[in-house]
């Protein structure tokens, strides 16, 4: 054999372990996905404006109401074109697949950069994508019905392109219409986008002026026709300049700035904070490439917008999930660092090797910890949810492994039984808005948490931050003034045993709660009711306030078993 042909077997070679690697890793995060099997509410409120919008009803939360209650945009119209396209299919599942296929192109992309710029086909090109094919939070918001993977596939592949177009001076283009993709998924995009361009200016401002001027002007036209008729569009249609959610989330004083800062802080501290010290330590290598700096600003710049806005209230840390692939590439390289650096100086014995690899297994270990650990250690896990008075992960009471998945099929349940007996069009107020609404086909929701619900978004809190992100407004006046018919109280009440008013007095937890507790005209007007829904399991009795004068309920429907299709 030749040495061309030697030479041309080798590349071959690298390029079939390469690609094996990769399919390695996407198939262990696909199980660790489908494993988890995680299910979120919010996720059924993206399904809630999906549906409306297939049936012809516009992308909206209740039919006739124009409110932006998503800030998600391109993973609406892409649910809707699914569903449109495969009507006999579950949204859930197309969702699931979606999100799955999204985290392993992350994953993929991730190790295609590694292989990029370390220029080597070693075990560290792929660290990180492993590390990305355990990552919790990755794992269960592949499954969790939003954006997730889809944004954070998005927010990876426009730094890819901007990095590649730095070293090799190609596919300019792809930078503008990768960050305009992003920002449709999520406007958060913008900020990274700025980001980019400052960036590029510290970077040719001094060495090409007119090279700079160019191609900041193409990246701006290029953004502008892409994203400029899609924000003319919501704003003419929502009349905002920014989503409802934006409004019933973030509001003003400080206190959520502390949330924000914790927030991260929590981050780091769960998912082990000595993971994180190798990439500091690779900030302080004057030997660095420009794209470890750019990277570290993008990951600056998106922590600083998170105290902004006080985090988020979600499970397993979805607003850093977005980011998580920069993360973790300089995770990487702060560990090849360390394993480099200790040979260069002649320190690369048994010890220090040792050290490295143990470092490197706490981190999978940490990186894991919060889906792998409840599913391998259920009893270990086990935490007690009051409100229900349930443990989860269930262990042999139920076989729920994440309480969002309960409180899912619990809404499913009461939808249920609303849809089998209210009156067509009857106007339901719930705190939890995503199933509810997602399972009732006749009725309209009003959210009393005020992300699909105009009023509520805009009302005042000077305590936001002072609890849970997006939990924080509500206007019980408001909602007796609307009328509704049924008001679910207690985070939808339907558990396995029945309330009373001074136990239901207990299970309130929201603004809107304790304000419609506290007036007496609510206590007037409506009245407590308790159906029993099965004679086991844990759905066995649905508590609610109905209007007075719409009489008796309907006693029972079938809720055994708790399977409504909505969780796994």
Request: aromatic content about 18%; charged content about 15%; proline content about 4%.
């Amino acid at each position: 054999m030749s040495a061309v042909e030697l030479k041309r077997w080798s590349y071959a070679n690298r390029k079939y372990l390469f690609a094996f690697s990769c399919l390695l890793l996407m198939a262990l995060f696909a199980a660790h996905s489908l494993a988890a099997g995680y299910s979120s509410d919010d996720g059924f409120i993206a399904f809630q404006y999906v549906k409306n919008l297939v049936q012809g009803n516009g992308p909206v939360y209740n039919v006739g109401e124009r409110v932006e209650g998503y800030n998600n945009f391109l993973w609406i119209i892409l649910l809707a074109g699914f569903a449109r396209v495969l009507p006999s299919i579950k949204l859930l599942y197309i969702s699931d697949v979606l999100g799955i296929a999204f985290g392993c192109l992350t994953i993929l992309l991730v190790c295609r950069f590694s292989r990029m710029v370390r220029n080597e086909d070693g075990p560290f090109v792929y660290l990180a994508g492993a590390l990305l094919a355990v990552h919790s939070g990755l794992a269960a918001w592949a499954m969790g019905g939003l954006e997730t993977t889809l944004f954070a596939m998005f927010v990876f592949a426009s730094a890819y392109a901007y990095v590649r177009f730095l070293r090799t001076n190609k596919g300019s283009l792809a930078v503008p219409v990768l960050f305009a993709f992003a920002t449709l998924t999520r406007p958060d995009a913008l900020l990274l986008f700025g980001v980019t361009l400052a960036h590029f200016t510290l970077f040719q401002l001094r060495s090409n002026r007119r090279l700079w001027l160019r191609t900041v002007f193409i990246w701006l036209i290029a953004f502008a026709a892409l994203y400029a008729p899609y924000y003319l569009w919501r704003f003419a249609y929502y009349g905002y300049p920014l989503p409802n959610t934006f409004y019933a989330k973030v509001g003003g004083g400080n206190l959520k700035y502390f949330r924000g800062l914790s927030y991260i802080t929590d981050y780091l501290k769960i998912y082990g904070v000595f993971v994180f010290i190798p990439p500091l330590l690779l900030l302080f290598n004057r030997k660095r490439t420009d794209w470890v700096d750019y990277f570290a600003l993008l990951i600056a710049a998106y922590f600083c917008y998170l105290i902004y806005v006080g985090g988020d209230g979600l499970a397993f840390f979805r607003f850093v999930v977005y980011i998580s692939p920069l993360i973790y590439v300089l995770v990487q390289e702060g560990f090849a660092n360390l394993y480099y650096g200790a040979k260069r100086l002649r320190v690369f014995n048994a010890v220090s090797r040792i050290a490295i690899a143990l470092s490197i297994i706490a981190a999978f270990a940490f990186t894991m910890r919060q889906t792998v650990f409840p599913i391998l250690f259920q009893s270990r896990e086990q935490w007690y949810e009051p409100q229900s008075q349930l443990y989860f992960p269930g262990g042999n009471n139920h076989s729920y492994l994440w309480f969002d998945n309960y409180f899912v099929d619990r809404q499913a349940i009461a939808a249920q039984w609303i849809e089998n007996n209210a009156r067509p069009g009857a106007l339901v107020a719930a705190t939890p808005a995503g199933s509810i609404a997602y399972n009732m086909k006749n009725h309209k929701v009003i959210d009393m948490l005020g992300l699909n619900d105009e009023h509520i978004a805009h009302t005042k809190n000077d305590r936001i931050g002072a609890g849970r992100a997006g939990h924080e407004k509500g206007d019980g006046k408001y909602v007796l003034q609307r009328s509704p018919d049924y008001i679910l109280m207690g985070n939808v009440a339907v558990f396995p045993f029945p309330l009373d008013e001074k136990t239901m007095e207990e299970k309130l937890r929201l603004k809107s709660e304790h304000e419609l507790w506290a007036d007496p005209e609510f206590h007037q007007k409506y009245e407590l009711h308790c159906v029993r829904l099965s004679d086991h399991g844990l759905f066995q009795y649905f508590s609610f306030f109905q209007k007075k004068e719409i009489g008796q309920p309907t006693q029972a429907i079938n809720a055994s078993g708790a399977n409504t299709g909505n969780s796994r």
